[in-house]
Each structure stands twice: as structure tokens, then as C-alpha cells.
């Protein structure tokens, strides 16, 4: 079965420190992850994908398949960084979400 | 913003009313999903469609219902069956195929609320 846990539902930091935002998953398949954006009275969008291992806007996430892991990190929080996060594993048919973590940057 | 369209933003029904949430795409992806989003619970899966005339059901389907008669169009009907209605509903998109190349792409949403 796919299941994805993101085990903090808010974090909070202050702009300039590091953040990190927990993910993992579990599925016997080869995984394909995804991190997720929602801000503020916008929709739901792609922040990245691991399969490009690219950094978008500062952000990165490594796949860990020893521990099962995709955590989202950034070495310098903005504020505008406020957001609510989503991890994600594409299954053979459908996307399955984590719990979310809602970001807040504090000044 | 194109690509998905929802309607309408916010909807209010009474209880023991069937309602239609409408969900247009125009990016000629193949699959549609519902997903129901509540806080602290994330994202769940209503139903989805891989193709016309095709649809499964996905976590939560109870209560829910939907149709695929056009490639453009999944709308989804809450029906007075589902217990607790009031929510915030997510469609989405994604081209079929591509793995992780393909992401899903999402509508602005509707919140229902049941008075």
C-alpha cells in the first residue's frame, strides 16, 4: 500500500534560518515523489519533483530510499516561504498525499 | 489562469440536497481527480477518471458521485448521502503516462458549506 506521513502539521522558523520539512513514505514500487505548494489564495501547485533534482525557488529534496525519505529543505527562509506544504507518491494510478505542513516564516 | 476552471468558488446547500460541483479542463489531459481537502488531513481522493466513460472510486467515495462524458469535463455530485459534506474540493488534471514527468494540475477549488 502507498501511505505518505509528513509528521509536522505546522512549523514555524524565523526568516534567515534553515528549514526542513519532513516526509516519508512507504510503497513497494520504485517511487516517484513530488513536493506540493499551496500559499496563500492561491491553488495547489508543483514546487518540484525528485526525479529533476533541481532547486526551485531555494528549495531542495532529496529521495532517501534507505529511509524511506523525501524531506524538503531550504538553507534560508523567506518570508514569502509561508505556505502550506504537501508531499506526494505517484502510485501506478493515483497521487497519494501526505497529512500537509503549514509553513510559517516569522520575521 | 487557464488550464482547469471550477464553479462555483463557494456553494451553500441545505441538508438532504443533492449539489454539482463543476470542473472543466482545457489542457487535453486524459485523467481527472476529485479530492476532498480538510485541515490537518490533507489531500483524499474522491474519484478519478483515466479516461471517458471510465471512472474509479477512490478513498472516500461514499456519498459522492461522478461522470466522465467528455474528455474536458468530471463533475462531481455530493449527494445528500455523504454525512459530512462541508469541505473544500480540489479537481485536477494530469496527462496520461510520463511517471514523474507528469504532475497533476489543479483547479482553484470550491468550498461548500452545508447550512
Known amino acids: 500500500a502507498q501511505r505518505v506521513t509528513q509528521p509536522e502539521k505546522l512549523l514555524s522558523v524565523f526568516k534567515g534560518a534553515p528549514v526542513e520539512l519532513k516526509c516519508n513514505y512507504s510503497?513497494?514500487?520504485?517511487?516517484?515523489l513530488f513536493w506540493y505548494v499551496q500559499y496563500s489564495r492561491q491553488r495547489l501547485q508543483l514546487l518540484l519533483r525528485?526525479?529533476s533534482r533541481e532547486s526551485i525557488k531555494g528549495f531542495t529534496a532529496d529521495l532517501n530510499k534507505g529511509e524511506t525519505s523525501f524531506h524538503l529543505k531550504k538553507p534560508f527562509a523567506q518570508e514569502e516561504d509561508s505556505a502550506m506544504y504537501y508531499c506526494a507518491l505517484q502510485g501506478a494510478q493515483k497521487l497519494v498525499f501526505g497529512q500537509g505542513t503549514r509553513l510559517t516564516i516569522n520575521p | 489562469d487557464g488550464g482547469i476552471t471550477q464553479s462555483p468558488k463557494y456553494l451553500f446547500r441545505k441538508e438532504g440536497q443533492n449539489v454539482t460541483l463543476s470542473c472543466e479542463q482545457n489542457l487535453n489531459h486524459d485523467a481527472m481527480y476529485w479530492y476532498r481537502q480538510d485541515p490537518g488531513q490533507g489531500l483524499r481522493l474522491i474519484y478519478y477518471?483515466?479516461?471517458?466513460?471510465?471512472?474509479q472510486k477512490g478513498d472516500i467515495a461514499e456519498g459522492y458521485s461522478v461522470s466522465r462524458e467528455k474528455k474536458e469535463s468530471f463533475p462531481l455530485t455530493v449527494t445528500s448521502a455523504q454525512k459530512n459534506p462541508t469541505a473544500f474540493y480540489l479537481c485536477a488534471s494530469r496527462k496520461k503516462g510520463g511517471g514523474a514527468y507528469n504532475e497533476q494540475f489543479f483547479g482553484p477549488g470550491t468550498r461548500l458549506t452545508v447550512l
Open positions: 525528485h526525479i
Open positions: 510503497y513497494s514500487g520504485s517511487p516517484e
Open positions: 477518471s483515466q479516461i471517458v466513460n471510465d471512472f
